[in-house]
């Protein structure tokens, strides 16, 4: 049984900033993937940043310049650093990993139950 618990969303004006962390527990053998997805009301989910195994990183654009993904492999978690928030990045975030439950097992998707992100005056 794996698990992922986000924390840090809450309500910030325009401008402002929020940090968004994750953690993975359970029975975790490798972490690949690990990252951060996002959905608005009426939206399709879509990929915010994710940190790939091997350190390379991926952004939306819309995002690039204003977000910082970080990783702690040895923690299991990644955090989100959030500036210049605008409303539009007013959505779900949902934490992300794609892991391994032991050795030369097939990888699979988890995903966490989601935080509220709103950005508004």
């Known amino acids: 049984q794996v698990h992922l618990v986000e924390s840090g969303g809450g309500l910030v004006q325009p401008g402002g900033s929020l940090r968004l962390s994750c953690t993975a527990s359970?029975?975790?053998?490798?972490?690949?993937?690990m990252g951060w997805y996002r959905q608005a009301p009426g939206k399709q989910r879509e990929l915010v940043a994710v940190?790939?195994?091997?350190?390379?990183?991926n952004y939306a654009d819309s995002v690039r310049g204003r977000f910082t993904i970080s990783r702690d492999n040895a923690k299991n978690t990644v955090s989100l650093q959030m500036n210049s928030l605008k409303p539009e990045d007013t959505a779900v975030y949902f934490c992300?990993?794609?892991?391994?439950?032991?050795?030369?097992?097939?990888?699979?998707?988890?995903w966490g139950q989601g935080t509220q992100v709103t950005v508004s005056s």
């Open positions: 992300y990993a794609d892991l391994s439950e032991g050795r030369g097992l097939v990888p699979y998707d988890y």
């Open positions: 359970g029975n975790i053998f490798s972490i690949y993937t």
């Open positions: 940190s790939i195994s091997g350190g390379s990183t």
